[in-house]
């Protein structure tokens, strides 16, 4: 059974940062993605971050509201991926989700994931 947990989130005065955290864990992952996106009350999911992780490389994705802000990495080892967030803003509080997907390449399509994590808060205060 695979398992997806996130840690990380908290509260942060705006133009504060953060790093979340998400493991996948519970077999083995080749060629595939893992996304963050957030959903604030009222809202609907969105797309904020994602990577591909093939054996040559990690292509990285971006929504435009965090372009310059956020950074998405990775540690193949662990099966880890991490989101550092910087410069953040009262609009970005949500709560954070992290998934996976097989689909390397599609990174930007909540519907395509395989698994999800339960969601970690971001509160961002003015």
């Known amino acids: 059974q695979v398992h997806v947990v996130e840690s990380g989130g908290g509260l942060v005065q705006a133009g504060g940062s953060l790093r979340l955290s998400c493991t996948a864990s519970?077999?083995?992952?080749?060629?595939?993605?893992m996304g963050w996106f957030r959903q604030a009350p009222g809202k609907e999911r969105e797309f904020v971050a994602g990577?591909?992780?093939?054996?040559?490389?990690?292509?990285?994705y971006y929504a435009d509201s965090v372009k310059g802000r956020f950074t998405i990495s990775r540690d193949n080892a662990k099966n880890t991926v991490y989101l550092q967030m910087n410069k953040l803003q009262p609009e970005d509080t949500a709560v954070y989700y992290c998934?996976?997907?097989?689909?390397?390449?599609?990174?930007?399509?909540?519907?395509?994931?395989?698994?999800w994590g339960q969601g970690t808060q971001v509160t961002v205060s003015s």
């Open positions: 998934g996976v997907v097989s689909q390397s390449d599609r990174v930007h399509s909540p519907e395509l994931y395989d698994y």
């Open positions: 519970g077999r083995t992952f080749n060629n595939y993605g």
């Open positions: 990577i591909s992780i093939t054996w040559s490389a990690g292509r990285t």
